[in-house]
């Protein structure tokens, strides 16, 4: 099989890697070079975790997600994974937390619930007496994305895909770049994030949002290994340890203002009250942390954040492959092993992945008021 794929973030990069080691043709296009933070697969780091309510496709999903990006480390000899572990908040003893270990439980993924004050030893700083409990995914932890779809690139080309730069647009079943060229296989898929909508009005609806990271400096105790990243979902809060020397990670997970998939990206700490008011109740010592950056990205999210992976609905050799809401990074190499096992006529994607119009439904990313009108 011959494959253009047009878009080179985790789901394209990984397709390219996937197919080009199964022995099939691959062109990878992209407009910037892998791994470029205007991609939403920039940046570097994002959190890998099997949590995701009580859905187990999704929880089987990134758990061997995380397999393939072992896999992925030891082709190319790329540090991607941090196991540090992933902690969830729950704030109710029946509620998104108890859904997930449920979950994880009947799929053997380890998870264990720990007391508030269990938890609290784990942390430089915490405080949790609105909690009811704490999920610790002791295997789960923070993928190096920039890395991570560079790593895949790298080794889609070491495989024998051929690496494209320019920007592409769909014409037929083909894709035409920039200068002309015109880009032809037994398929195209288009896995182009935030563009993904405006190449295809009519045929699927996306929406582009700017979210922001704040990195702030805790001193040396939050870079001890053994401290986990974080997710506290009825409060739309997500963090990590400081890894690499980036800081600590804190992020507000509600839905930022619209934005351009091509507008320039700009680094305004918008939401430091409101991650800092967060701060104060839950890691008080990082109340008043110096802020050391904020980074800005781009989600690109579905109607309701499932991702997009199926046929053009006009043009049987395209398809569309998108829509990570906010939660689609860690999923890159499992999604591409299910995508190229349709594109060779195996076993069929999930119906809900389908390109169309979508009802709005709850988030899997790591906000639980993602109910979106
Ligand atoms: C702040 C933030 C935090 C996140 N946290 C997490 C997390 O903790 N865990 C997690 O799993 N996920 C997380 N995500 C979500 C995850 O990063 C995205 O779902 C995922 O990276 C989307 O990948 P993609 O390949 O669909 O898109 P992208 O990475 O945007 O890749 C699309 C590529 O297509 C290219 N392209 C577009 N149009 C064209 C064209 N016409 N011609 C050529 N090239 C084109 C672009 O240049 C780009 O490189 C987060 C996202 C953000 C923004």
Redesign the pocket.
């Known amino acids: 099989m011959d494959v253009v794929i047009?878009?080179?973030?985790?789901?394209?990069?990984?397709l390219a890697w996937w197919l080009a080691r199964g022995g099939h043709g691959v062109t990878l296009?992209?407009?910037?070079e892998?791994g470029?933070r205007?991609?939403?697969?920039?940046?570097e780091?994002?959190?890998?975790?099997c949590s995701h309510g009580e859905d187990p496709d999704y929880t089987a999903m990134?758990w061997r997600a995380r397999a393939l990006w072992r896999e992925v480390e030891a082709e190319t000899g790329a540090e991607l994974l941090v196991d540090c572990g992933v902690a969830w908040f729950a704030s109710g003893e029946d509620g998104w937390e108890a859904a997930s270990e449920r979950a994880m439980l009947a799929q053997g993924i380890p998870c264990e619930r720990l007391e508030v004050a269990e938890a609290a030893r784990r942390y430089p700083s915490f405080r949790g007496d609105d909690l009811a409990f704490v999920l610790l995914e002791p295997e789960a932890g923070?993928?190096r994305?920039q890395r991570g779809?560079q790593a895949l690139a790298g080794a889609a080309a070491a495989h024998g895909a051929r690496v494209v730069r320019?920007?592409?647009?769909p014409e037929g079943a083909a894709?035409v770049?920039d200068d002309g060229t015109r880009l032809e296989g037994d398929v195209v898929v288009?896995?182009?994030?935030?563009?993904?909508a405006a190449?295809f009005p009519g045929v699927l609806r996306i929406a582009v949002t700017r979210?922001?990271?704040l990195f702030v400096d805790g001193g040396p105790a939050w870079r001890e290994a053994g401290v986990p990243a974080w997710v506290d979902y009825d409060r739309a809060m997500?963090g990590t340890p400081d890894l690499d020397g980036l800081g600590f990670k804190a992020?507000l997970?509600l839905e930022g203002p619209a934005i351009d998939?091509d507008a320039a990206l700009d680094d305004e700490p918008t939401t430091e009250p409101i991650v800092r008011t967060y701060l104060r109740d839950r890691f008080p010592a990082l109340e008043h942390a110096p802020l050391l950056e904020t980074?800005?990205?781009?989600?690109?999210l579905s109607p309701d954040s499932h991702?997009i992976a199926g046929r053009h609905p006009e043009h049987d050799g395209v398809w569309l492959?998108?829509?990570?809401?906010?939660?689609?990074?860690?999923?890159?190499p499992a999604m591409a092993e299910r995508v190229a096992g349709a594109l060779a006529g195996g076993k069929p994607l999930p119906e809900r992945f389908a390109a169309g119009d979508r009802i709005p439904g709850r988030s899997f990313?790591?906000a639980g008021s993602g109910v979106r009108t």
């Open positions: 047009v878009g080179a973030g985790t789901f394209g990069a990984s296009v992209d407009q910037f892998p470029d205007r991609a939403t697969s920039g940046g780091t994002r959190l890998i975790r990134a923070v993928v994305a779809v320019g920007r592409a647009r894709a770049l288009w896995a182009c994030g935030g563009w993904l190449l979210q922001e990271l997500y992020a997970d998939p980074r800005t990205c781009r989600y690109e991702f492959l998108g829509g990570g809401s906010g939660h689609g990074f860690k999923h890159g990313r790591t």
